[in-house]
């Protein structure tokens, strides 16, 4: 177990794997460095693989501040200090995303390489110029719901997420283990986060990146239309588009093999 400390002296956890170009892997909403047990050990096959609880998350300290998404970019961005790496593939899955926008909209391509979006819409909330949003908390009024849900049936809460994260009928072993990672996220970061999380729209800051840039659509996601999450690789210019024909939100897990070769092909090329 490795640990470090922010500049606002929060202890943050984090794993590194294997050798070779990096690749940071950070996961999406409540979730942890475990969603990625499919994937990481493949990759740090080939590569440095660099894996990181936000702050309130996994097995990183349970402060009840800061939980931002701005707050969490400079988290990474503290993370890939520490460790001095360079020319970092950075992947975001779900919210993980959102955290890679701010950190490239606050810091530039500062020890960044490449990019990989995975199955993240540019905003959350549904209005007249948008309609690909996030399915369980598209307005205010869902999202009051969603903070009821989660302060008064915290556990049922998560494990309806195994449900909707994935496209086949989950396992009880799925269930258990997706609920009892989320779990780990107090109800209250869980709120505080998806608050900043659902009203930031990212739409502008997209046809300004200017990095290699690969994004992962799942075709069945319950989470996001299909449409919203491929519009990142319309805006984003020259990405690449890569489509998971029988996956949901947790496209990662469910065709874990093409996920993996995917990735390592886009950092390889």
């Known amino acids: 177990m490795a640990t470090f400390y922010t500049n606002d002296h929060v202890e943050l956890y984090y794993e590194v794997k294997g050798a070779g170009k990096p690749l940071l892997m950070i996961p999406g909403w409540t979730c942890t460095t475990q969603f990625f047990k499919k994937n990481s050990d493949a990759l740090a096959e080939h590569f440095q693989v660099i894996l990181m609880d936000f702050r309130g998350h996994g097995e990183s300290e349970k402060v009840l501040h800061s939980h931002r998404i701005s707050r969490y970019a400079m988290d990474v961005k503290e993370l890939l200090d520490q460790l001095d ?19 490239l909209e606050l810091f530039g391509n500062h020890r960044v390489g490449k990019l990989v979006c995975v199955d993240q819409a540019p ?16 307005d205010v009024e869902m999202f009051i719901r969603t903070c009821c849900a989660i302060e008064y049936a915290p556990r049922e ?71 919203g999450s491929a519009y990142v690789a319309e805006q984003i210019p020259e990405a690449k588009l890569e489509f998971f024909e029988d996956s949901g939100h947790m496209l990662f897990w469910e065709e874990a093999d093409k996920f993996n070769q995917v990735v390592a092909d886009f950092i390889k090329a």
């Open 85 to 103: 790496v360079q020319d970092v593939t950075v992947l975001g899955w779900s919210m993980g995303v959102a955290v890679l926008w701010s950190y």
């Open 123 to 138: 905003l959350q909330y549904t209005g007249p110029d948008w309609v690909w949003g996030q399915n369980g908390c598209y």
């Open 157 to 227: 809460s998560a494990e309806g997420l195994a449900f909707g994260c994935l496209y086949h009928e989950p396992t009880a072993a799925e269930v258990k283990f997706i609920a009892d990672e989320i779990s780990k996220c107090p109800p209250k970061v869980r709120i505080e986060i998806m608050r900043d999380h659902t009203n930031l729209d990212w739409r502008d800051l997209l046809p300004l990146i200017k990095l290699p840039t690969l994004v992962c659509v799942a075709r069945h996601s319950a989470v996001f239309d299909w449409q």
